[in-house]
């Protein structure tokens, strides 16, 4: 999911949570879409309200990157460590984590290659479904729900997600596959998503829980994000974070992963 600040590609909640769960069979199931009813607002308009609600269309197109930094809390381990979100227009994306007892991990993506470097698994090249997943989920304008990038857009209903009532949509992608978002009725803001994407184990199912939504700049974020997956939970914090200071170098692939790139 690149979605925007905070929100990381869910390859490299992939990258942690994988070798922490254990092994269990995560849900591959996408929820069943309930009929639309016309009394509920269009998903168009309840993306479009969330837009206006942190800052505006032009204040995210006026922006060309991004640089956040915070932490990473793996509560069940009781593990806790360092966080660093690089992301720039028009869809590269770099994500550093250090978590002690698993070390350093990088995903990134630099418009055509995307990879992981860990030490569980070395350097390794993301291919097939998984590139184009990364490809997608690193769109810097991902939070503008482009219509070019959807084959379609629907309300399901109003339900409540987190003890607060929401609107939960569904995005059909043209890539194949589709994303369940969760916009707060009283706020507009988005408060949550449920996202499979594949890994190496096979499709994986999340379900993302947005929240803390604080100013930078001319735009909300959100500043937690926790994230359960394959009955591990992760809690992502958000410190700081910058616009439009990020050195295009900062995506170049390490020479680990020049290596296996043919």
Avoid: C
Avoid at 27 to 49: F, G
Avoid at 174 to 194: M, N, P, Q, S, W
Avoid at 209 to 236: A, I
């Amino acid at each position: 999911m690149t979605r925007r600040g905070i929100a990381l590609p869910l390859a490299t909640l992939l990258a942690i949570a994988a070798p922490v769960a254990r092994a269990q069979q995560p849900q591959t199931q996408a929820p069943a879409a309930a009929p639309a009813d016309a009394a509920l607002p269009s998903a168009r308009s309840i993306i479009d309200r969330h837009i206006k609600e942190i800052g505006g269309r032009q204040a995210i197109l006026g922006l060309n990157s991004t640089h956040a930094t915070g932490t990473i809390t793996l509560p069940g381990p009781g593990l806790s460590g360092k966080l660093e979100v690089f992301h720039a227009k028009p869809n590269k994306a770099l994500q550093r984590m250090s978590l002690p007892g698993i070390g350093d991990v990088e995903e990134g993506f630099d418009g055509k290659v995307g990879w992981s470097l860990s030490p569980m698994t070395g350097p390794t090249l993301v291919d097939g479904k998984q590139l184009d997943e990364r490809s997608f989920d690193s769109d810097f304008y991902e939070e503008l729900k482009s219509g070019d990038r959807y084959s379609s857009m629907s309300t399901i209903e109003k339900t409540t997600f987190e003890g607060r009532p929401v609107y939960k949509i569904r995005l059909v992608k043209k890539t194949g596959g589709e994303d369940i978002e969760f916009y707060d009725v009283e706020t507009g803001l988005r408060a949550g998503l449920l996202s499979t994407r594949e890994s190496p184990m096979g499709p994986m199912q999340s379900t993302v829980v947005l929240g803390e939504y604080k100013k930078f700049g001319n735009l909300l974020q959100p500043t937690t994000m926790k994230v359960s997956m394959m009955g591990t939970q992760m809690v992502m914090a958000i410190t700081t974070i910058e616009y439009d200071k990020v050195d295009p170098a900062v995506f170049g692939a390490p020479a680990a992963i020049k290596a296996l790139v043919k």
